[in-house]
């Protein structure tokens, strides 16, 4: 069965600081692999995907995710985030795409 | 483009009360999907279909029911509504099969059952 584990409910980083944000999955192959974003009362924004291919992923917004098979892992990073990145993220799994529970990203100036 | 469109986006529904939340997207795309969010819980998927006249279950198909007759429309009906079912729902869809496309979400319908 699918499923994705975020262990992390909640993050508190600075302003300007580096960011990595925690995604374990299972899947019986190779995963389709997600991370999305939303905003508070908004809709989901995907943010990078991965199918195949390289492992290291570029999105938008200056995230990218790297994908390790060994791990089971899709850890989300950013070099620097900004006041406006705080969020919750969800990573996603699977050709239905199963989320996990997200974590949210706090700020602090 | 109209792309993933959610009706109404605000509801209040009575225990027992029946209502269908709708879902129309204008882009043929084949994969459809409802999905349910509560805070701490992420989304969960609710039902999903890959084209007209094929649904399936996903991971909290309870109290909800599907239909497909039409590629644009996938309504999602509350034949009994509890309060268990207050949640915000999201609409999905994608060209063929979420994996391989990008999948574009509504807006969001916010549901209460009092």
Redesign the interface.
């Known amino acids: 069965a699918q499923s994705v584990t975020q262990p992390d409910i909640h993050i508190t980083v600075s302003e300007g600081a580096s960011l990595e944000l925690r995604c374990n999955y299972s899947y019986g192959a190779t995963p389709y692999l997600f991370w999305y974003v939303q905003s508070p009362g908004q809709g989901l924004q995907l943010l990078l995907k991965y199918f195949s291919g390289d492992t290291l992923v570029q999105g938008i917004k200056g995230f990218e995710a790297e994908f390790k098979r060994s791990q089971s892992s899709f850890n989300l990073r950013k070099p620097s985030v900004h006041w406006s990145d705080a969020a919750e993220y969800f990573c996603a799994v699977g050709d239905k795409i199963i989320f996990g529970k997200g974590t949210r990203l706090h700020i602090l100036p | 483009n109209a792309g993933v469109t959610q009706t109404p986006k605000f509801q209040v529904l009575k225990t027992g009360q029946s209502m269908t939340l709708q879902c129309a997207q204008d882009m043929n795309h084949e994969y459809m ?1 409802w ?1 349910r969010q509560d805070p ?6 609710i039902h ?1 279909s890959v084209g007209a006249g094929i649904t399936d279950q ?2 909290v198909p309870n109290g909800y029911n599907v239909s497909r007759s039409t590629t644009e429309d996938f309504p999602l009906r509350l034949l009994s509504a509890a309060p268990s079912q207050t949640s915000v729902y ?1 609409c ?1 869809s994608s060209l063929r ?4 496309n ?2 574009y ?4 319908s916010w549901l209460t059952v009092v």
Do not use: D, K, N, Q
């Open positions: 999907s999905y701490g819980m992420g989304l969960r998927l999903y996903g991971e999201f999905a099969g979420l994996a391989g990008t999948i979400f509504g807006e969001g």
